[in-house]
T-cell receptor, first 116, second 111 residues
């Protein structure tokens, strides 16, 4: 079972370059999320989506954009990368019940990004 | 704002011991609570999900309990093994909101 798949797994960028991280899930989940994990900061929510065509800001959205054109895919974009965006990025998905809460979270393996 | 803490931050035990990891949250009006395991350089693996109406969940050697009124959850690991060494995180969600994660407990089980 594939579950949640992230590509690429590793990437090195120079300051000012742009890139897109792709997340794909095969569990027919409504909700999808992008987190970043940094030492001493824990997991922080960047953006999330409660359904195809919808996105919302999380705790640390600045410098990132997202799109959810298809239910199974959630893209995270960096338009002009900065060294502060060096991090490990995790995508997650879950069932959702709008107005109530989220179901069990399932995570991808992570994408390690270094910005020089 | 929901805040989640985990105690201890790190724990080292000999193989075979039973152990308890703690998770505390500030807002008791949670929708559910989830425990994860994270191995170095890997993603988070879901261990147990406890709905707000439940008091505990069990999976193999793992048992998680939930006391909403006191804002606490515990993860009990029976007969620990070196393969249990990892970081354990808890996360809680409120109704209509996203999960908030704790900082994790780093567990080392020594052979």
């Amino acid at each position: 079972n594939a579950g949640v798949t992230q590509t690429p797994k590793f990437r090195v960028l120079k300051t000012g370059q742009s890139m897109t991280l792709l997340c794909a899930q095969d569990m027919n989940h409504e909700y999808m999320y992008w987190y970043r994990q940094d030492p001493g900061m824990g997991l922080r929510l960047i953006h999330y989506s409660v359904g195809e065509g919808t996105t919302a800001k999380g705790e640390v959205p600045d410098g990132y954009n997202v799109s959810r054109l298809k239910k199974q895919n959630f893209l995270l974009g960096l338009e002009s990368a900065a060294p502060s965006q060096t991090s490990v990025y995790f995508c997650a998905s879950s069932y959702g019940n709008r107005g109530r809460g989220t179901g069990e979270l399932f995570f991808g393996e992570g994408s390690r990004l270094t910005v020089l | 704002k929901q805040e989640v803490t985990q105690i201890p931050a790190a724990l080292s035990v000999p193989e075979g011991e039973n152990l308890v990891l703690n998770c505390s949250f500030t807002d008791s009006a949670i929708y559910n609570l989830q425990w994860f395991r994270q191995d170095p350089g890997k993603g988070l693996t879901s261990l147990l999900l406890i709905q707000s109406s439940q008091r505990e969940q069990t999976s193999g050697r793992l048992n998680a309990s939930l006391d909403k009124s006191s804002g606490r959850s515990t993860l009990y690991i029976a007969a620990s093994q070196p393969g249990d060494s990892a970081t354990y995180l808890c996360a809680v969600s409120l109704y209509g909101q996203n999960f908030v994660f704790g900082p994790g407990t780093r567990l080392s089980v020594l052979p």
